[in-house]
């Protein structure tokens, strides 16, 4: 039904929006982390690099300032004085204008050298260069002092290594990912990188910029075990709420599965979509052959076509309150379908079957009125049939709503009768208007004396109580005739007619009590007083 939809759809959406919430609240939560733990190993390998080139600088300061500036013997003598307290110094030099080295502190014996690239810093005199030794892939960061008068310049090399850093701010090995650049780009030397020494994309990075040396430094977070990164997590983090949210999913469309294979679910449904449709039971007049009325039967007319007879759900009906949907269902469709032709004929009336659970308290007193008061049908034309089958609960209640239902003006018949195990006094004392006997006993008339008892027995009852019979299950005319002869009026059975939809109901309504147009009423005779033609079976049999 559509409010179980609804319910559902909010259900499904609540569902993802809950598992969605804090997956994607831990995932900002984890970005910031990211961000925040990337940005510490940034500055702390800025520093770092800041305070090994700072180093190197002074050694070239104190060189600068001694009056260091080529390559004899003394001159050597104090580039390695220098270098022996200048770590990370791993080579002081004297580089001649054309960029060739000309000794360092070993002496004129030293390892021919490439230059990579180079890059001026904020400070004039100082040039920054990556080179590489002859022979080894290392990379190493040449710090040159040039300027003063002379015409070559200081140089002193810290490997790569140096500024890179060992341990994380927090006293561990540092796990993460780090690269220092020149201002160009130009790589000094990476730690953590899974081999090409590119970024992944999505990886939560961070760079500064070492203001006095134009050295960049990128720090990131790498893949380190299971749950490398922050990133990583975010992602998994995705998954779940992905899988959980098609769990949530795949169970909304399973639940409504589940639901069709539940009866209650399934009627429920189906009193709400009108498939239970009401049928009429023509009871007719078994003296005069007029139409008196209909009783109305229930037939659950399913979505295929197919039409299941009332033995196949009222009992399941019955054990729950859906007998009371499904009733209430079935008055407001007879008032629509038949209810215009019942306000034409004030002497025809219709009879619903009402379950025992349908008796307690006011509910049907209620759905009564806000059912028929002001409708086409009036409360007249209303007869409520009250099952016998079952034992009786509380006498006393169901006479007190039995009176107050004639109160309304409707009429009450009691069903079944002679086929529980309330016994007739106990019935009697309900005060009903009509006695319906049960097909069990119109059968068999012809063969067992005691049914032939029991039918005069209750014909002398109603007579002196001033209650109507009604005959039910009447299939043939030995029967009609044997009830009109021990002075029984009114039946319902196979004889007549079966239980008719609405449409073949009217038909049949109209046929046999014909509304005269008021214009020709001059020369007609009123409706009631017109002989009634046969019934359609009457005809025929
Ligand atoms: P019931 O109230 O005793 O209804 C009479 C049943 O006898 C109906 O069966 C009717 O079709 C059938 N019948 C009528 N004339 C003949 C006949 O000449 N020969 C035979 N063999 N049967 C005949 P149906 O429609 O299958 O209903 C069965 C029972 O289901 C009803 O018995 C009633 O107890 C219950 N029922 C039907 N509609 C409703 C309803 O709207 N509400 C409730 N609470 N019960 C209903
Ligand atoms: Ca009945
Ligand atoms: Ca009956």
């Known amino acids: 039904m559509g409010r179980l939809k609804d319910y559902k759809l909010l259900a499904a959406v609540l569902g993802i929006l809950v598992t969605a919430g804090p997956v994607l609240w831990f995932s900002a939560w984890l970005q910031k982390q990211g961000e925040a733990e990337v940005s510490v190993a940034a500055s702390w390998t800025i520093g770092n690099v800041e305070v090994q080139v700072g180093r190197a600088v002074a050694a070239l300061d104190e060189l600068a300032a001694a009056g260091v500036d080529g390559c004899r013997g003394n001159q050597l003598e104090q ?311 079952y034992e009786i609960e509380n006498l006393t209640a169901t006479r007190c709503l039995i009176a107050a239902l004639q109160g309304l003006g409707c009429r009450v018949a009691i069903d079944d009768v002679g086929t529980g195990h309330n016994g007739l006094s106990y019935i009697l004392k309900l005060g009903v208007d009509i006695i319906k006997i049960d097909k069990m006993f119109v059968d068999a008339i012809r063969t067992e004396a005691h049914s032939q008892a029991i039918v005069d027995t209750l014909v002398d009852l109603a007579r002196n109580l001033k209650m109507q019979i009604v005959a039910e299950g009447v299939e043939n005319f030995e029967q009609v005739t044997f009830l009109r002869d021990r002075g029984i009026s009114s039946a319902q059975g196979y004889v007549f007619s079966p239980a008719l939809p609405g449409s073949a109901f009217v038909q049949l309504i109209e046929a046999i009590d014909p509304i005269v147009p008021a214009r020709d009423t001059a020369t007609a005779q009123p409706a009631a007083q017109q002989k009634a033609p046969a019934l359609p079976h009457q005809a025929a049999a």
């Open 79 to 389: 580039l390695r004085q220098v270098l022996l307290k200048s770590a990370p110094v791993k080579e002081l030099s004297i580089v001649g204008a054309n960029g060739q080295t000309q000794c360092s502190d070993r002496g004129g014996a030293f390892a021919p050298r490439e230059v990579i690239a180079g890059a001026a810093t904020a400070d004039p005199n100082l040039v920054l260069e990556v080179i590489r030794f002859a022979g080894s892939d290392e990379r190493m960061l040449r710090v040159r002092r040039t300027g003063g008068s002379a015409r070559t310049s200081l140089a002193a090399v810290v490997p790569a290594e140096m500024l890179l850093p060992q341990v994380a701010p927090d006293g561990t090995r540092f796990t993460g990912y780090a690269r220092i650049t020149l201002s160009d780009d130009t790589v000094i030397g990476m730690v953590g990188s899974d081999g090409d020494g590119a970024l992944r994309d999505g990886l939560i990075a961070s760079r500064v910029r070492s203001d006095r040396f134009g050295i960049v430094v990128t720090a990131a977070m790498v893949r380190n075990g299971v749950f490398a990164t922050y990133d990583d997590l975010r992602r998994i983090g995705m998954v779940v709420t992905g899988l959980l949210a098609l769990i949530i999913l795949v169970a909304a469309l399973i639940v409504p599965w589940r639901e069709r294979s539940n009866p209650f679910f399934e009627i429920e449904r189906a009193i709400g979509a009108g498939e239970f449709v009401p049928y009429y039971q023509p009871i007719v007049d078994i003296k005069s052959g007029g139409l008196l009325g209909a009783e109305v039967l229930v037939r659950w007319r399913k979505r295929d076509g197919t039409l299941v007879p009332p033995v196949a759900f009222i009992p399941f009906l019955e054990s729950n309150d859906l007998i009371l949907d499904m009733t209430r269902s079935l008055m407001r469709q007879v008032c629509e379908e038949v209810g215009p032709f019942l306000t034409e004929r004030p002497g025809m009336y219709v009879a619903f079957n009402i379950a025992p659970r349908h008796l307690k308290g006011e509910t049907l007193i209620d759905d009564i009125g806000s059912i028929f008061v002001g409708g086409p049908i009036s409360m007249s034309q209303l007869v409520l049939e009250v099952t016998e089958r």
